[in-house]
């Protein structure tokens, strides 16, 4: 028998009490592709022509995001991370970008990404300075905020390192404030509850941002996968209350494709982040990646599944002998079944399943279409036990589609 995890109501009566971010963007979870896991702070162009921060990359991957089917599975954000900045602003302070590694300037790099099809987003940081150390925006939000705009950015990313933690909440809406005003839609990404952790306000981050990122950064290995996820589903009763269209709970970056995930925990990035309803936002080199890993990254079920427009994050339901189970309640009564394996015995572990037992209800039951594997749909009743066998440290995600429509009460 399945130990099922008391789960929060529905609670989406809370958010009709916040007020939104009402810029019409990020109906569904952004997706896109972003820098910083894979590339990091490389600045030595000398060394490290094809990897450093500089217009080449990102031109380099706008290309391969229009040629390799990347921008029509739906990413479409080419979005720069920290490191492009120069370490001085401009003689009227404007922000300007690093002129040895942008020689023609954001303004031309945008136009580049925009003749692709695709968007364009960067990143800057709310406090005295980025992570990586170059110029924040403190004290300059609104000029920062039109120097975008008259850019061409269509996502920022707001960090918070080098910043005051006691009224994080008001500034991010002050920049908010000043995006707006620039009448130009960007999307806004914050990152203010990654550093106030559950104590950030975050019926402020619904109201003023699209997604942000809660907890700490991604790095390229499955533990760090593994952390991230536990701490998402641990806290999921204060998180998922916040995520839905427009607003989005961001659990970082994908790193399928590099060289810490193996090729099932990459099925398990790809199957948790779909039914997460997270931000899917590559961060690998398109140049080079293998094409199982592209297929993963690529695959429509997940990505529909990920982009379902009612955008209701999944619930974990199951949680034991390190094996996790999500449920997410798609339109048309469809649900979509997230299983993660955190386990390291190197077998698989064989789950049985009730789907009735997962709060899954329709009189005919449900076809189970399994997104990862090349087998044919099954059929199956609420009530009858499924077996799965889930690979260690792997994932399964299902599609279940209803047999019969639900009786109109
Ligand atoms: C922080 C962010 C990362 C990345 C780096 C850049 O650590 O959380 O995602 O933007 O800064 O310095």
Redesign the pocket.
Known sequence: MLKLIPVVPIFLHLLSQIDCLDNGLALTPPMGWMH?ERFR?ITDCATYPTDCISERLFRDMADKMASDGFLDAGYEYVIV???WLAMERDSEGRLQPDPGRFPSGIKALADYVHAKGLKFGI?EDYGTK???GYPGSIDHLALDAQTFADWGVDYL?L?G?YADLDGMEDGYAEMEAYLNQTRRPIVFSC?FP?YKGLNANYSAAVEHCNLW?NY??IQDSWDSVAKITDWFSLNQVALLPYAGPGHWNDP??LIIGNYGLSYDQSVAQMAIWSVMAAPLIMSVDLRTIKPEFRDILLNKDAIRINQDVLGNPGVVKHEKDSIRLWVKELVDDSYAIGIASYRVDGKPYQLEIVLKDLGLDNEKGFLIKNVFDDVDPISVSVSEPIKVLVNPTGGVLWELTPLAKKKVK
Do not use: E, F, L, N
């Open positions: 910083w702070c991370d920290d490191c990143y980025t992570c990586g990313k960090d390192c990152s990654a990122r700490g950064d970082d970056m």
